[in-house]
């Protein structure tokens, strides 16, 4: 039996009968079976002794239930790993920083309190995922899209607290999140926003409500457990329309980006695309040699051979037909200034779509349709991955500076260098993140070695001004050291917010870094 760390087995035992009284025997998981499923199956320390482990697993169904199960937490100080349904592969999974911790799996809690297509929001619990919701719309044929990251069946609540991203132009999730419920560390239960106002009619549709904005605080956070949010939705649009735009040149990506950032800040180009370039993922063994060797006008020539865009990137646009036409018609207008720029008309559709249409959909995603298709990425290659996603500024000088850098300490700890070409992304208003790829072998020695080189890639990351929006739990700590202008003085804040709502430290303890003070020293 694994228990939290400083408990005794027989303190453990009299924590999991109270678990028990909480939520129903049925739904405490203490067995090796039972807790090998939360363990993360994309771990970084796989078959090594660091692998954090959780003890037990406990799942209420009710807010009061979740309130209790913190009360015992807090008798007994035993961390608590707080999940929604567990799915943040890529980033920790279902496990816990802190190995013994025992897991807050809120996946019964999957009521959809309500969904609105006049005012287009809804209010979910924690375990609604994508499908339940796309289901709860579609059976309802409601005029509302949601907007679905990669994989479909992670949860609203988790993936925005997260801060992660989709496609459509609600693609920022925390952005798009309007009011929470959240039980406290004490057991104490707050809404925020409108939702502080009893029987608010706006809980919803107004962010601010009165006083401090405090939702903030409680996305990549450890200072509460939210078992309610709201989030906006985006109105079923009339029609979609893509184009690409394609330059020959190596310096023609100044203007591409700046005529790119000039249409995202205008509000012109609203939803997620790539920067990239061709050339990077052309496997001719020609290329290959001019990428490592070769000069860039070298590179040009090449592309002008072959008929490869030295960069590229696609729009798309989602709204009224004749609104989405004129601003595919603008976007040309502005690019045209780059000299031998090309367009292509792409994919358009008219909404809603019919079954036949979405089946002929190689990836739905973007139409607010959720899938799994995403996990043919690095399948057959690796036994899963990770991220590093620095958040760089949207400008060509910043994207050709990252590739050069990343692909240099790619180089330098023995890499493939391979980082050249990554996909640029805007999941966010205003800034490019990369997203580069890392895989996680079943060889103990190559974690190891993508453990270092991550973690260099973190630091050269900060040396150039550039910083991750998230992360693995096996890094936060290396990143929220990053984060260190004035003497850590973020972090100090946060640690401040904690030892004054959690002074036990029992919820995620070191969940971005942020330690309780009893377990701060040894973690310095
Ligand atoms: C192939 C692949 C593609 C992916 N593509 C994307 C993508 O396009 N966009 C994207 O954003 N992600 C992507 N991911 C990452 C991940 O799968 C998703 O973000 C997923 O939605 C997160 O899982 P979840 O919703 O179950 O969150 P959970 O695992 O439930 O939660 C994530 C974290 O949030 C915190 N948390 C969760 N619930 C609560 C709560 N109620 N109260 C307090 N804290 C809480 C916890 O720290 C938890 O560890 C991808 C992963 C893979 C493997």
Known sequence: MRVPPGLTPADFRDALRQFEQAVGKDW???????????????????????????????????????????????????????????????????????????????????????????????????????????????????????????????????NALERGGGYTPMRDHFDAHCGMEVVLANGDLVRTGMGALPGAKTWQQYKYGFGPYVDGIFSQSNLGVVTKMGFWLFPQPEAYLSGSVAVAKHDDLFPLVETFAYLMNSGIVQATTTVVSPLAYSRDPQLATLRSGGSTSDLEQYAAQKGIPYWSVSLPFYGPEKVVAAQWEFAKE???????????????????????????????????????????????RSQGHMWFSPIIPMTGEAVLEAQAVFDQVAKDLGGSGAVAGFPIWNFFARA??????????????????????????????????????????????????????????????????????????????????IWPKAMRKARA
Do not use: C
């Open 28 to 158: 405490v998981f203490s067995s090796d079976e039972d807790i090998d499923t939360y363990r993360d199956s994309y771990s970084p320390f796989w078959h090594e002794s660091e692998e954090p482990i959780p003890s037990a697993a406990v799942a209420p169904a009710e807010v009061e239930q979740v309130q209790q199960v913190v009360r015992v937490a807090n008798a007994h100080k035993i961390p608590l790993w707080t999940i929604s349904t567990g799915k943040n592969l890529g980033y920790g999974g279902s496990a816990p920083l802190l190995g013994g911790s025992v897991v807050l799996d809120l996946k019964r809690m999957d009521r959809v309190i309500e969904v609105n297509d006049k005012n287009h929001y809804a209010l979910v619990e924690p375990g609604v995922s994508y499908f339940d919701l796309y289901r709860w719309v579609q059976d309802r044929g409601l005029k509302v899209w949601i907007d679905p990251p990669d994989p479909g069946w992670g949860s609203l609540v988790g």
């Open 334 to 380: 502005k690019f045209s200034a780059i000299p031998g720029a090309k367009f292509q008309d792409g994919a358009s559709y008219r909404f809603p779509l019919n079954a036949d249409q979405l089946a002929k959909i190689v990836n739905p995603v973007p139409f607010g349709v959720p899938s799994l298709q995403t996990f043919s990425v690095g399948g057959p």
């Open 432 to 513: 490019f993140v990369i997203i580069y790829f890392f895989p996680i072998e079943h060889e103990v020695e190559k974690n190891r070695r993508n453990r270092e080189i991550f973690r260099r890639l973190v630091k050269t990351s900060a040396e150039h001004g550039w910083g991750e929006y998230r992360t693995h739990t096996a890094f936060m700590g290396d990143i929220m050291d990053a984060y260190s202008f004035n003497n850590h003085s973020l972090l100090r804040l946060h640690q401040t917010m904690k030892d004054a709502l959690d002074p036990n430290g029992i919820l995620s303890p070191g969940k971005n870094g």
